[in-house]
């Protein structure tokens, strides 16, 4: 959470710290600011508010800028306003801060700090600090300081007299850094560096990064200086803008079939899945006698669907937890179990929490993500990377679908090596999966049958999503995204659940999305919906096209096109993923950015 910006180099200073801000301001959107260096006088500028907000305040000034830093919020402590917003500056320290100091409270009380502060975040507690020791020395009161803060931490820092200078340190939070031809700039995340460059370096945690116009120099806490370690980033250097569409949302779910198609194309060999180029030995699916998928959200969701799928293709036991449960909930664990940690952003709190717990109690982890290099990456023992590029909007779409398909790769190899499939029917499973970028490509051609389904839920205030089976698991994922975006109450239940309580809610106000995908629950499913329709509730079907003979013509149908039941979760998920798009921007409501959210929660 929070999007931090520094930037020291040839170019606009305050342009490129306000073009990058926009970019990360899905990390948070509560305010945003900057602080500019013009000769040896920091500006600060920053306001409650979007950064379009800010670049208004800003118009006009600080065009000769040396050097900068940024900040957009998403707010934990202290409410959205100005003075709460980032960056704080106390005596000769301006700085900008992502995560939290847990000891705050303390450190004000034993350091005498109240008075100098006018905010009432964790982050100012740590600038008056760093001003408390500065004794002319940035590095070293910077470890001064550090070794008294308790807590996570991403600080980007300057100090009044260093012109031209960005010191920056980390503990958790992340930040990632380049120097290239245009300076030499750091970022929460590499979204805000790829229009200058694909390479990039980590920095690691408790290191102090030094950057100039035209160097970079990163020393560890015993002043050792250490080698950056570059990676480079496949995503395009534009890949991150909206290429036309009015939102990210809608060119994201737009780009899944491509988005698929890179991430199963290296993992396919001679028909057969293979994971030999990321080095994730067979023997990890082999050894194991249990697995336990790990992640938040919509990572979670996917989770739930491997989990249908391993249950009734490998007849293994697994379970999938809410990485903020996780190591809470006393879960069985040992040097057996394969944890699976699913990620977008590969920088959630929870879920890397999360796998350092179950790395600690001997399991191995294996996790898919879809940000090279990000913490959960290089906390796990194997990656499998999702390459669905940049995932800008809030809800997540292609990440979602790019992590389902890379389950179906690892269920399809599981089933080959414990003898579940032989080759013949491995490669069947391959073949459907490969099928599915063109099958949810007919999804997104009908996009406009979805955008009129959207009409009927628009004025809803509360909605059901029923269905059984792996329809429950897609349902689950169709509700997250609905709520999200356009703030309708929306719940997803497993039909047969529904006579058990919830049935109580349904009345002519409530509409239903059914979801009927499953040939097996099909019979059931339908008699379910029929109990809603007869208490009133308008009912919005999605089903395989091959079930839909006989479908009452009352209900607003969209027809699936058709896929082996085990793989129909994936145009299922397009479509609902439109619905929730097209209600969310025929209410006219900001689609990328849904109130309250962040895009990369790193706060527990
Ligand atoms: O980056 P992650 O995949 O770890 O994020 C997990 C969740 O925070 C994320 O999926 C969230 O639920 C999305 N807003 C859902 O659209």
Known sequence: ??????????????????????????????????????????????????????????????????????????????????????????????????????????????????????????????????????????????????????????????????????????????????????????????????????????????????????????????????????????????????????????????????????????????GMPDFTAEGVPDS????????????????????????????????????????SEFMYSDPVIDEKTLVIAVSQSGETIDTLEAVKYARRRGAKCLSIINVKGSSIARESDYVLYTNAGPEIAVASTKAYTTQLSIFYLIVAKMAQLRGVYDTEQTQSFIRELQRTPEVMKKVLEKRRDIHVLANKVLSAKDLFMIGRGLDHSILLEGSLKLKEVSYIHSEAYASGELKHGPIALITQDTPVVASVTQEKLMSKELSNIKEVRSRGADIVLFIKESLAEDIDSQYQTFLLPDMRDEFMVMPASVALQLLAYYVSSDKGFDVDKPRNLAKVVTVE
């Open 1 to 270: 959470m929070c999007g931090i910006i520094g930037y020291t180099g040839s170019e606009n200073v305050k342009e490129v710290l306000l073009d990058a801000l926009e970019l990360l301001e899905y990390r948070g959107y509560d305010s945003a600011g900057i602080a500019v260096m013009e000769e040896n006088e920091i500006q600060v500028y920053k306001r409650a508010g979007r950064v379009k907000d800010l670049r208004e305040k800003c118009a006009g000034k600080a065009e000769n800028s040396v050097c900068g830093i940024g900040h957009t919020r998403w707010a934990t402590h202290g409410g959205v306003n100005d003075t709460n917003a980032h960056p704080h500056q106390v005596g000769r320290v301006t700085l900008v801060h992502n995560g939290i100091i847990e000891n705050y409270r303390e450190l004000i009380a034993d350091y005498d700090l109240k008075e100098k502060l006018q905010s009432e975040t964790d982050s100012e507690v740590v600038a008056a600090l760093l001003d408390r020791f500065y004794e002319g020395n940035p590095e070293e009161t910077i470890k001064k300081t550090v070794s008294k803060l308790k807590g996570t931490f991403a600080l980007v820092i300057m100090f009044a007299d260093h012109a031209g200078v960005i010191y920056s340190t980390r503990n958790v939070s992340p930040i990632v850094a380049t120097l290239c031809k245009e300076g030499a700039m750091l970022a929460s995340d590499l979204t805000a560096l790829c229009r200058f460059t694909n390479n990039y370096f980590v920095v690691p945690e408790y290191h102090i990064l030094e950057m100039k116009e035209d160097s970079i120099k990163l020393t560890d806490f015993d002043g050792n200086e250490k080698e950056p370690e570059y990676l480079t980033a496949d995503w395009e250097l534009n890949s991150a803008g909206k290429n036309g569409y009015p939102f990210y949302m809608e060119k994201e779910i737009m780009e899944q079939p491509d988005a698929i198609e890179r991430t199963i194309a290296n993992r396919i060999v001679s």
């Open 284 to 323: 990890l699916f082999t050894e194991c006698d249990r697995i336990n998928i790990i992640a938040c959200g919509t990572a979670m969701h996917a989770g739930l669907v491997a989990q249908a799928l391993v249950k009734s293709i490998l007849h293994m036991h697994i379970d999938v937890d809410m990485a």
